[in-house]
């Protein structure tokens, strides 16, 4: 994709913007800053509605008459789109402006919070959060493509800092933000709260986003759109089906799973040809850059403890601990905070020092606290677990501005977009893959520890024991990984020829 400078940035008619004046050494000119708090804004509100229904659903069984199986949907869905539309995105931010895109992302986003707040039975709030779901997973790729675009390689680090705060902390402020919520308010005001924030930031973009790339006519290969929805979407499903631990289901959760692998080999050889001429949906050629390739391995394997400690704590907090849900969310609050200030500091020394000072001691951290968190019990104080979460937060917060910034420094600019929608692709999987895997682990290990005579509470800490155990060894990759990254040397790190 051939990328504009700043100086040729358009006005929202379409029209050449005046030159402007050539800042200093790595600033930004005022009209990019716009752009891209605009944008940091926006994502942050519209990822943070990733996590925040999970709290609602006890009260949803009760006011709409569901399961809880059912009221699971309600996050199911939410990453079921994401998977199926992330995949997408490399073509759109290829083939529209940057002001179209995201002003149908930010009105996807406004209309699907709408049809959650008038929904007056439990179908339409799911489709309502499919139609959220849909503007979010465009946003995250458009953030992070025009970041790629306009921020020149010494200033990355520093913005990447503030990308991570989005991308990190948003997920894991919402069970708090949501448990504050229902304590005094109906579960629709989870939709009405958010709904002006995201019409004054769809009026303001609108009004202010410029234009920072130039499109390429392009046609999109319709059979790898439906190859990455039965891929990625029956992989997420998949993996949600056993997060579950369901066995009220026809379908076992392993059928999804299979279908999912072996549309995604499909989709990934269909890919392989395509790219020969430029026409993939997912240009696969970013992981021709060695760099890119283990950072996100690494990226993978810290977004699975991300969000599985995300899920995990909360129950290990009110299921064992005997917390409230809103207590629950507290707990998480002091590490959401402690890494969204740390963002911009890590993104600064980043700019200076390089990923491995931030990446090393960052994943020993997380692997310690893992490993630490294999000892909890029925009786843990809640202050070291508060404590432990704290640490993991700084740990997580020292390696996803390192990795975010070399892994999309590392791929040639004109496949900044497939670079993106490969890493939301990722994280969207992982997240999936971590939630089964720990959801999984300890409802096996606890019910096996139930039937050998464990009262229930020291059954349920048991098999969180060894969630914790699995997540722990599982991350020793990223640790591995965390010395063999490093910064771009180059803008696009000896990629192979795109022809």
Request: proline content about 7%.
């Amino acid at each position: 994709m051939t990328q504009s400078t700043p100086s040729r940035l358009e006005d929202p008619a379409g029209r050449p913007a005046p030159p402007k004046t050539v800042p200093g050494p790595g600033a930004l000119p005022a009209r990019d800053r716009l752009v891209i708090t605009l944008l940091l804004i926006s994502a942050f509100v519209v990822i943070l509605n990733e996590t925040i229904m999970g709290v609602a659903i006890p009260r949803l069984v009760t006011d709409l008459g569901i399961t809880v199986g059912a009221g699971q949907w309600l996050t199911t869905a939410f990453m079921l789109t994401m998977a199926v539309v992330i995949p997408i995105t490399g073509f759109l931010l290829q083939r529209f402006n940057t002001r179209p895109v995201f002003i149908a992302a930010m009105s996807l986003f406004s209309l699907g919070t709408f049809i959650g707040a008038i929904a007056p039975g439990f179908e339409i709030l799911v489709a309502g959060r499919v139609v959220q779901a849909s503007g979010t997973a465009i946003m995250m790729p458009l953030l992070m493509t025009t970041v790629m675009t306009l921020v020149p390689p010494a200033s990355r680090g520093k913005v990447m800092g503030n990308i991570s705060i989005v991308i990190s902390v948003a997920p894991a402020l919402g069970p708090t933000i949501s448990g504050a919520i229902l304590s005094t308010l109906d579960w629709r005001w989870l939709f009405w709260l958010v709904l002006p924030i995201a019409l004054a930031a769809l009026a303001l973009g609108s009004a202010k986003m410029q234009n920072v790339t130039t499109p390429r006519t392009s046609s999109i290969d319709v059979p790898s759109v439906v190859l990455s929805a039965v891929g990625f979407g029956g992989i997420v499903y998949g993996l949600s089906r056993l997060g579950e631990a369901s066995t009220d289901s026809a379908i076992p959760a392993w059928v999804p799973l299979a279908v999912g692998l072996a549309g995604l080999a499909v989709f990934v050889t269909r890919q392989l040809v395509l790219q020969r001429r430029d026409a993939a949906l997912l240009d696969l050629r970013v992981f021709t850059s060695r760099n890119f390739s283990i950072s996100i391995v690494a990226i993978a394997v810290s977004m699975m403890a991300l969000f599985g400690t995300i899920i995990l704590i909360p129950i290990y907090a009110q299921s064992v601990l005997g917390l409230t849900p809103f207590q629950s969310g507290l707990l998480l609050l002091p590490g959401g905070l402690a890494m969204g200030l740390l963002g911009p500091i890590v993104g600064r020394v980043y700019d200076r020092r390089g990923p491995r000072v931030l990446l090393v001691p960052g994943a020993f951290l997380v692997s310690a606290v893992f490993w630490a968190m294999t000892q909890v019990t029925e009786t843990t104080p809640v202050p070291l677990v508060l404590a432990a979460h704290v640490l993991l937060s700084i740990g997580l917060a020292l390696m996803f501005t390192p990795l975010l910034t070399a892994a999309l420094g590392s791929v040639q600019p004109r496949l900044y977009s497939h670079g993106s929608a490969v890493f939301g692709t990722v994280q969207q999987l992982a997240g999936a893959a971590g939630t089964a895997l720990f959801i999984s682990v300890m409802t096996l290990r606890g019910t096996s520890l139930a039937a050998e005579g464990a009262a229930a509470d020291a059954a349920l800490a048991g098999g969180i024991r060894a969630a914790f155990l699995y997540g722990a060894i599982i991350f020793l990759l990223a640790v591995v990984a965390s010395f063999f990254v490093r910064a771009p040397e180059t803008a696009d790190d000896t990629p192979a020829p795109l022809h």
